[in-house]
């Protein structure tokens, strides 16, 4: 979802970098053989990823919710030649598709992919991470939050994505819709939480970038 017009949004285009090839390939075959491929980062919101990874250069990457493995290769160009990418999915089906587009790329051995439940998952992954990103089952990003909180470091920066929901956080709540209840409710742990300073950013269906202070 984008929330400028048509032609300002292609003008950002094209005045962003443009998006590498492998990942125009990953795109091309995500829309061509995945269901749901509106949930890619595209080309737009993967160049900021890249960008905001660049920036921190960080060590330890984690990654909740890989879907077809484009964002992970974005958030990777950042990534120090030593560090690590561990990124988590439940849906089994995709691990090869995931995996085949990794290793055409040069982080191929750092990325480290987990099958499971995140909430599982996190505590056995021994490491303190510079940069994460979420973006996975929205009702789960409070639970994500308390997970990952004990595993950043002062400066270490999260990422969390949809957070605007299609405008959906600003309506009254139907009932029985728990993933903009809980995106609500994340949204207000991020501002108000004292370990974290954040700023929410309207791009695609909303990006906040919070950093532990």
Request: overall charge negative.
């Amino acid at each position: 979802m984008n929330f400028l017009p048509e032609n300002l949004n292609k003008y950002v285009l094209a005045h962003s970098q443009p998006e590498p090839e492998l990942l125009q390939q990953l795109n091309h075959e995500t829309w061509q053989k995945v269901n749901a491929p509106r949930m890619l980062s595209g080309h737009f919101q993967g160049r900021v990823l890249s960008m905001i990874s660049k920036l921190i250069q960080p060590k330890y990457i984690l990654e909740i919710g890989t879907y077809t493995g484009y964002s992970a290769l974005c958030l990777a160009e950042g990534m120090q030649k030593e560090g690590e990418l561990h990124t988590i999915d439940c849906n089994e089906e995709l691990l090869d598709f995931q995996k085949r587009y990794f290793d055409k790329s040069e982080y191929g051995s750092q990325i480290i992919q987990h099958l499971g439940n995140a909430l599982d998952i996190i505590p056995t992954i021994d490491k303190t991470f510079d940069l994460v990103f979420i973006d996975a089952d929205k009702h789960n990003y409070p639970n994500y939050l308390e997970a990952i909180l004990p595993k950043l470091k002062k400066g270490s920066v999260l990422l969390s994505d949809n957070v605007l929901w299609g405008g959906k956080v600003l309506e009254p709540i139907s009932k029985g819709d728990n993933d903009t209840k809980a995106l609500v409710h994340y949204n207000k742990l991020l501002i108000e939480h004292p370990q974290l300073e954040t700023v929410l950013l309207p791009i695609r269906d909303g990006l906040t970038i919070s950093r532990v202070k």
